[in-house]
């Protein structure tokens, strides 16, 4: 099963980003840290948005790591200014997820949070792989199964409509070709969400 991005989030609605309800996420920095990242680790946040998982990233790797910011819309990169501000550990990359620009393996995470349902999976994956070095991590939290996800107070179901959404087995297959290797999986809200960490394999590559 292959997986069709159905749009870009709208750079209007940014701000609801910063709501954790809208998220269903209380501690962020509790949840990359479960996921994985440690203290001293150069992460690239991938769609970054307006810096919701990019804080807590910072506080995870501290004064001795570094994080890097990607994110493409103008609207939304203002907001993450405003919140998040210069940090001497942070570098911020307005371009296209699919095309950074980046250093070719010079990352140890590429953390995609709620953004690899929007875009190309597979030309994604190739970028991931390309940033982070051998045996590097890449880190995806994304939402899950619509049917068990809790409502808004408008009704309508937290997350994106069903059909937008990318699945954990599906996501799996995407892996498997791109030559990574699942380490750990988790899920939230009874597989609402679910996240994936895996490890860049000695010989994976460019995607045929």
Partial sequence: ????????????????????RWRLIDN?????????????????DLGCGPGFFTRALLEAV??????????LQDQVLEIFRDQIGNRPNLEIHQTDILATGLGMGQWDVAFVAFTLHEVDVKAALEEA?????????LMVLEWG?????????????????ADHRLLDAVLAGYLSEAGFI?????????G?????RAVRGMKSGRLG
């Fill in 28 to 44: 962020p920095l509790e949840l990359v840290r479960t996921m994985g990242i440690e203290e001293g680790m150069r992460v690239v």
């Fill in 129 to 137: 792989n390309r940033i982070i070095g051998e045996g590097g991590r």
């Fill in 1 to 20: 099963m292959r997986h069709l991005p159905k749009h870009r989030f709208d750079p209007a609605k940014a701000h609801k980003l910063l709501d954790p």
């Fill in 192 to 196: 609402c969400q679910y996240w994936v």
């Fill in 182 to 190: 699942t380490e750990s999986t988790g899920q939230n809200w009874g």
């Fill in 62 to 71: 501290g004064s001795t790591g570094r994080v890097a910011a990607v994110e």
């Fill in 145 to 161: 199964d619509h049917a068990v996800c809790p409502q808004r107070d408008d009704g309508q179901t937290v997350g994106p409509p």
